[in-house]
């Protein structure tokens, strides 16, 4: 008995096993600022204060291809004093196939950027090494939460258009 490997032996087709690669990974933008140097890499009494954040966007490139970039600026003041400011745009292009249209939005906002958030860190971390400061290691971030937050700020925004409408 020989079996069709385009069958699961029932005579229904196969759904191909779902897939997730990195075609490719880049700096898209990199720019790093040290206004008060070298009065900045002065020794400190206290530590600066940091402000750190994170955005991501999901385009398509073709039917199967997507280009997610994954933003991240931070900001070191002494007080009302700008010590650095490092922002990056830290792309990659992925292909997704096999995988059910209603997986396909965490897909792209929270398991891309996570593969994608190492480099970025390392890169943010080399820059402020670079600009005379100590590397800043940005903490592991929680895509999940994001985009569970965004998907709410999405409906709230729907809500409140769809009010407006039936108002006017």
Do not use: W
């Not at 922002?87 to 196939?97: D, I």
């Not at 592991?140 to 769809?162: C, G, L, S, Y």
């Amino acid at each position: 008995m020989t079996t069709d490997s385009a069958s699961n032996g029932n005579g229904s087709a196969q759904q191909p096993s779902p897939s997730l690669n990195i075609l490719a990974q880049y700096v898209k933008d990199l720019s790093f600022e040290n206004p008060g140097a070298p009065r900045s890499l002065q020794a400190r009494d206290r530590s600066p204060a940091i402000n750190i954040n994170v955005n991501v966007n999901a385009n398509p490139l073709a039917e199967n291809d997507f280009d997610v970039v994954l933003s991240l600026s931070a900001q070191a003041k002494d007080g009302d004093k700008m010590l650095f400011n490092v922002e990056l745009a830290y792309g990659g292009v992925f292909r997704v196939a096999g995988f059910p249209q209603e997986h396909m939005l965490p897909l792209l906002f929270i398991e891309c950027p996570r593969l994608l958030f190492p480099f970025a860190r390392q890169i943010v971390a080399d820059a402020t090494r670079n600009g005379g400061f100590p590397p800043l290691m940005i903490d592991p971030i929680d895509f999940a939460q994001m985009f569970a937050q965004r998907m709410a700020e999405e409906k709230v925004r729907a809500q409140v258009a769809n009010t407006n409408d039936t108002a006017n």
